[in-house]
């Protein structure tokens, strides 16, 4: 493969990569008709606060801090720092770019709800369908690997 052909799949490799990364600012999971982003479901996000004349909570539902849709949405830009700093080493790159499609199809069953009545905690599982956020998310790093894939058999 000629240079200009490698320098256009490895833009297209990185470009795609941010693309998916940035898709955590759209909607990812959706539960009836409400819809979480993606930074809600990584960071976690207030739910529910039930506190009755200011004495104290006494129940409340919240989504934690999710470590797996942290790599779902990180794993693109690391893919992406790969090719940018050893273009050599872009077999790694699409394996990030795989792992993160396969991470963002197994979210909906890793997002869990933490809810305290009275003190008690639970974690109560939702069943989460994807939003048109973590589905791009998932076209974009795949058009990533099958660039990074490109790179690596030249």
């Not at 990185?14 to 990364?21: K, P, Q, R, T």
């Not at 992406?80 to 909906?108: C, D, E, H, R």
């Amino acid at each position: 493969m000629n240079k200009p052909t490698n320098i256009r799949f490895t833009r297209a490799a990185i470009l795609f990569g941010v693309l998916a990364a940035i898709m955590a600012l759209l909607p990812a999971l959706l539960i009836d008709e409400q819809s979480y982003f993606g930074y809600d479901i990584i960071f976690g996000k207030e739910l529910v606060d039930l506190d009755f004349f200011g004495l104290g909570s006494v129940a409340s539902a919240r989504l934690v801090f999710n470590v797996w849709a942290l790599l779902a949405y990180g794993l693109p830009l690391v893919g992406v720092g790969i090719l940018v700093f050893s273009p050599k080493l872009s077999v790694l790159s699409f394996v990030a770019f795989v792992a993160s499609i396969i991470l963002l199809v197994m979210l909906p069953e890793n997002v869990e709800i933490k809810t305290v009545l009275l003190g008690a905690e639970n974690f109560v599982e939702v069943d989460w369908s994807l939003g048109y956020g973590a589905i791009l998310a998932m076209l974009f790093s795949g058009l990533a690997g099958l660039a990074t894939l490109r790179l690596s058999f030249k």
